[in-house]
């Protein structure tokens, strides 16, 4: 008999069903009377707070080590609590937000960055994140697109993927690992209007292309937990939606890992309708899968009666619980129940060089150049800088879901510029203030400013926690403050870059039309100002691509980039308009920077690409080559992107669609050849029901950027 099962043997029923549930730390620490606190909220006693099974939000090791030892004097069979957090871009040294970092289209970067999140987070007392989120995103009104890959499953699955193994490594017992637990399973992405929370309504073929397959990635790449969506998908709320969290997860999937719902999920059956009382809501949740409920009291309080009462059986329930205790040995905390956890050594490790050094890197490869008339880079040898807008001296550039991670430790633009010129005459002036709805601006000292610099660095973007969960917006602009303050300063002095920050994809339309470079640092994390000013003065080069279309306006969205024809086309590349087009009168079709987009100061030329045979028949592959030089003097990386395009097929497919990518880096004027192998799989697509289905016929083969290609080739599917 191995240990889960001698333990699993001694458990009481209720004592499997406290497995079963998490509550916050608060509980914990705030002890006080059982009847007041916050134990009172979650209706729980001393007595039955000693047979927890899971923890929420541990703000340290010190206080997880004291609750840890507190359970274990307490709970009759001496089980270790396991202590979550979301650890989603770092946890006190901060990264790039995952959209931003996906766009380094590099995922061994993205696995060092989870690595080191992890070791900090172990550290501090956390054994297991709720992360990698692998929603398949494409209206960027959605606050929480901050926290995807953007709008190519492949990408955030290949991206989820890196970061659930930078978690995890390769034995999670190890100290400096902590578990994954991909989320929100499943199209949490696709509420209705960009609205948080908000009803998704996919139809199958949409589900199995678009949205399922990056969960899945994740999954393969060994996620030991799994966190079902808050929205209902298709008439039901994922926590009970059995055709995702049966069919699909677990008869199709096979995946045998944990599931925690998220946050009050359970009890929210109530108000989202489909669950007259806690009981049912508990009912309908286990049976659905969801082993862990997170900071409801329905499965304490219901779960035992539901056993009795002959609704739910005591085999399931062991199934579950262990489920949970499979984890926990796992993490090896059995053996140590603290997993290394230790405030000293992790206060020593916190930002430390070596930390930093890859929030910088990170944030360097993650900075996408949107626009460059040539001004970029600029030479370190100039005298007189402005810094100007609300970013210039800003230290909120962390962006949401930064865990421990605090503003002042945040490097400005300020402080990156000036570190790296310590020569210049520095002026800077914030011109206005950083809230979305800011109207008043200081346009006078901005434009003096402008006027007697050499060059400006214009600092603009989205306040740092106008993205992130229950952020929608219907505006993607930026404040009318910040507008007025463009307008003025890139009049005044056309030496004028502009570094954005943000967690979204914004519609900037005039700013592009204006200003002759345009830097999009996003959210880049601690290290934010060194590594903008690194990449302003060239001693960095870009090398960031969009995963996110940047719209014209937010009434485009969603607009993406594998977007499908109609019968009457869009035309707005023609010279000639089609009056009965699929186009607005008073918009373009296309965004404003696609998926696929961002510029380099080197100068990559595509010189050939080649295909090693002309008919891929099934299961077999054919070879292609990228031949690419590097025309310039300055060394540099480009992402390689390949595409397909199926003209004729039983459904309509996607203009181009990106079937393989690899960043490969060169030397001044180095030639290159890249290769891939195009294989059978990545040309086959889902049917009405959602099937994976292959068809013969041509498939035209792309490279270059989305919407801006280069090279061309096809070949036949026989
Ligand atoms: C709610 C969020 O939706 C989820 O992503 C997060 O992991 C949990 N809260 C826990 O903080």
Known sequence: MDRIDSILEKMSLEEKIFQLTQYPISVFIDTKDDLDGPRKAYQLSGKNIALLGTVINPNDADEMI????????????????????????????????????????????????????????????????????????????????????????????????????????????????????????????????????????????????????????????????????????????????????????????????????????????????????????????????????????????????????????????????????????????????????????????????????????????????????????????????????????????????????????????????????????????????????????????????????????????EEQFCSGEAKSRTDLSLSPAQTALARTVLAANPNTAVVLFTGRPLAIPELSAKAPAILCMFFPGSEGGNAAANLLFGIANPSGKLTMSFPQSAAQCPVYYDRTNTGRPNWTDKAERLRYASDYIDCATLPLYSFGHGLSYSNFVYEEMKLSAKELPKSGSIGLSIKIKNESDISGSEVVQVYMKDPVASVVRPLQKLIAFKKVSFKPHEEKTVLFELNDSMFLFCDMEGKRIRETGRIEIMTGEADHFVLKDEFEMI
Not at 247 to 270: C, F, P, R, T
Not at 313 to 329: P, T, Y
């Open 66 to 461: 004291k609750a840890q030892e507190e359970h274990l004097r307490t709970d009759p069979n001496h089980i270790p609590l396991v202590f979550m957090r979301d650890v989603i871009h770092g946890y006190r040294t901060i990264y790039p937000i995952p959209l931003a970092l996906a766009g380094s289209f590099n995922p061994e970067l993205a696995e060092e960055c989870a690595k080191m999140a992890a070791k900090e987070a172990a550290l501090s007392g956390v054994q297991v994140t709720f992360a990698p989120m692998a929603d398949y995103v494409r209206d960027p009104r959605w606050g929480r697109v901050l926290e995807s890959g953007g709008e190519e499953p492949l990408v955030t699955g290949i991206m989820g993927a890196a970061q659930a193994r930078g978690f995890q490594g390769d034995d999670l017992s190890d100290k400096d690992h902590i578990a994954a637990c991909v989320k929100h399973f499943a199209a949490y992405g696709a509420g209705e209007a960009g609205r948080e929370y908000n009803l998704a309504e996919v139809s199958l073929r949409e589900l199995y292309e678009h949205y399922l397959p990056a969960y899945k990635m994740c999954i393969d790449a060994g996620v030991k937990l799994l966190m079902p969506s808050f929205n209902s998908v298709n008439g039901v709320p994922s926590t009970v939606n059995s055709f995702l969290m049966k069919k699909v997860l677990k008869e199709e999937w096979n995946y045998d890992g944990a599931v925690i719902s998220d946050m009050y999920a359970v009890s929210e059956l109530i108000p989202h309708g489909v669950a007259e009382d806690l009981k049912e809501a508990a009912e309908k949740a286990f049976t659905n899968g969801c082993d862990i409920e997170m900071c409801s009291s329905s499965y304490v309080l219901y779960l035992k009666e539901l056993v009795e009462e002959g609704r739910i059986s005591e085999e399931k329930i062991d199934e579950a619980a262990r489920r949970v205790l499979m984890l926990k040995e796992r993490l090896g905390l059995f053996e140590d129940p603290y997993h290394g956890a230790d405030q000293k050594a992790a206060e020593a490790f916190y930002l430390c060089d070596e930390n930093r050094a890859l929030a910088r890197r990170a944030a360097e490869e993650s900075a996408v150049l949107l626009k460059n008339d040539g001004l970029l880079p600029l030479s370190p040898d100039v005298k007189r800088v402005a810094l100007i807008g609300p970013f210039a001296d800003s230290h909120e550039i962390k962006g949401a879901w930064s865990c421990k991670g605090r503003d002042e430790e945040c490097v400005s633009m300020e402080e990156g510029v000036r570190k790296l010129l310590p020569d210049a005459e520095i002026t800077v002036v914030s011109g206005c203030g950083i809230a979305w709805n800011e109207t008043d601006a200081d346009l006078q000292a901005a434009e003096k400013a402008a006027n007697s610099a050499d060059v400006v660095l214009l600092c603009l973007g």
